[in-house]
């Protein structure tokens, strides 16, 4: 209010802006440079207390950056991990698979093999029931052929075999019997009858049983009988000599060789 009553003790009109005086503008420039003294002891006394703000914070960002560092490479890690489990996952499935595979690949041989054995039994069996009936038969095929003639041939015997059925064929002889087995074979033919041409020539009616038997060395005895008669004129039956049965004998067995031979 004095500064007020002064100017307008001063004739100085109001709301006019008033001559700044000598003091007053020391009182000014003493009030900046107080200010700027007080910013600059502010700015500088700030400095130590932010100091290890800065420290702690870089310390900070350092351990961030090595959490991230550390973060990629445990996923990198991670992903090699599971990698290596789908492997052993994809391994393990395989030899699932595969075992699984084996495991029914060995019950059907143990199915397959058991089938086997039984049907071994079996033909075992059978074999053994064979062996026993072509004992059998071999010791019923025991012929009387006492009084025939006989000869071994040099030859095996199905080869006999196929030489006398040729033999028996080619001069007119019907198979009636025939049974052949390893051990031994028997022919026996139907009767064959030839009327008497004239007085002087008589006929025939002959029957045949051949016996064949193996010998060592690839060697077949031939045995052949002859149930031989001679029929005369009007079918009167006429008994033919044991040289006359004899002679026809020997033909058949010379007839059966020609056809080994041949062969």
Request: aromatic letters at 2%; proline letters at 4%.
């Amino acid at each position: 209010m004095s500064d007020i009553a002064d100017d307008h003790d001063a004739g100085i009109p109001p709301g006019t802006t008033r001559p700044m005086t000598h003091d007053r503008r020391w009182l000014a420039t003493v009030t900046r440079l107080t200010l700027l003294a007080g910013a600059a002891f502010l700015t500088t006394g700030c400095d130590p207390d932010a100091s290890p703000l800065k420290s702690e914070n870089e310390l900070l960002r350092k351990q961030k950056r090595e959490q991230e560092s550390a973060i990629v490479l445990l996923q990198k890690e991670n992903t090699g991990m599971q990698r290596q489990i789908e492997r052993l996952t994809k391994d393990l499935k395989d030899a699932k698979i595969e075992t699984e595979r084996s495991e029914a690949e060995r019950r059907a041989l143990a199915a397959m093999l058991d089938s086997q054995v039984v049907e071994n039994k079996k033909l075992t069996a059978e074999a053994h029931r064979l062996a026993e009936k072509k004992t059998q038969i071999a010791q019923s095929l025991r012929v009387e052929d006492k009084g025939s003639q006989s000869e071994d041939l040099p030859k095996p015997l199905e080869a006999v075999c196929k030489a006398a059925e040729e033999a028996l064929a080619r001069n007119g002889y019907v198979v009636k019997v025939r049974i052949k087995t390893d051990l031994k074979a028997v022919y026996v033919t139907e009767r064959k009858i030839s009327a008497a041409a004239s007085i002087e020539l008589s006929g025939f009616r002959n029957q045949y049983l051949l016996s064949l038997q193996p010998l060592p060395s690839n060697t077949t005895r031939l045995n052949v009988k002859a149930d031989f008669e001679k029929i005369a004129r009007g079918g009167r039956i006429l008994t033919a000599s044991p040289e006359e049965t004899a002679e026809i004998e020997q033909r058949l067995i010379a007839e059966i060789g020609k056809s080994l031979a041949s062969g």
